[in-house]
């Protein structure tokens, strides 16, 4: 299998730009996970989906941050504007399961990243 | 929300040297994760424990669970520099909140 694909793998973009992050996910995992790492903050979860709908947007900083599932072999993650304090590495992950309660352990797989910086 | 904290932040070794990094928090996990990141990767699980007082080996790394279930402990015998990147512990509490990460230990090992 190929992993999780993510694209781009960098981006610098100007401050009031629009942003779109693409993710594949492992095919056959019904989870999908948007995951923000800084240096400050760690690795934080956004958003994470189940058969394409959207469970728990918690972790989105703002309105400025969107994300979508249309289909189960393609997600993306949307900022706009952007802004200089979104730079960070951005992670998509897959799992056939939930991480929570009586979770046995199943991998949480993880992209390269899209590392995006906003000047 | 849990909160996992992880020590050291940073570690930087000589090759051969041996390491412990912890991983701690008040709340009580029913599993508990450990990955491993190289520079411009993303995380790799290493190895997820369930049960209190569990002890996990990975070649030279050594993975023990708390017997109350709120901390874990990384060991890794005589270091590589193969060993050199940011390791993560995750956990999932009995509340139902989503795996959490820490912080993270950042690890440098020289030749």
């Known amino acids: 299998d190929a992993g999780v694909i993510q694209s781009p793998r960098h981006e610098v973009t100007e401050m009031g730009q629009e942003v779109t992050l693409r993710c594949k996910p492992i095919?056959?995992?019904?989870?999908l996970f948007w995951y923000r790492q800084t240096m400050m903050r760690g690795l934080e979860l956004l958003i994470y989906?189940?058969?394409?709908?959207?469970?728990?947007d918690s972790g989105m900083p703002e309105d400025r941050f969107s994300a979508k599932m249309p289909n189960a072999s393609f997600s993306t993650l949307k900022i706009q504007p952007s802004e200089p304090r979104d730079s960070a590495v951005y992670f998509c992950?897959?799992?056939?399961?939930?991480?929570?309660?009586?979770?046995?352990?199943?991998?949480?797989?993880f992209g390269e990243g899209s590392w995006l910086t906003v000047v | 929300t849990q909160l996992l904290e992880q020590s050291p932040q940073f570690l930087s070794i000589q090759e051969g040297e041996n390491l412990t990094v912890y991983c701690n928090s008040s709340?009580?996990?029913?599993?508990l994760q450990w990955y491993r990141q190289e520079p411009g990767e993303g995380p790799v699980l290493l190895v997820t424990?369930?049960?209190?007082?569990e002890v996990k080996k990975l070649k030279r790394l050594t993975f023990q669970f708390g017997d109350a279930r709120k901390d874990s402990s990384l060991h890794i015998t005589a270091a590589q520099p193969g060993d050199t990147g940011l390791y993560l512990c995750?956990?999932?509490?009995?509340?139902?909140?989503?795996?959490?990460f820490g912080g993270g230990t950042r690890l440098m090992v020289k030749p």
């Open positions: 424990v369930v049960t209190g007082g």
């Open positions: 709340s009580v996990f029913s599993s």
């Open positions: 995750a956990g999932v509490d009995n509340a139902g909140n989503m795996l959490t």
């Open positions: 992950a897959s799992s056939p399961d939930v991480p929570t309660g009586t979770f046995s352990g199943n991998t949480i797989y």
């Open positions: 095919s056959g995992h019904d989870y």
């Open positions: 989906f189940n058969n394409n709908v959207p469970i728990d």
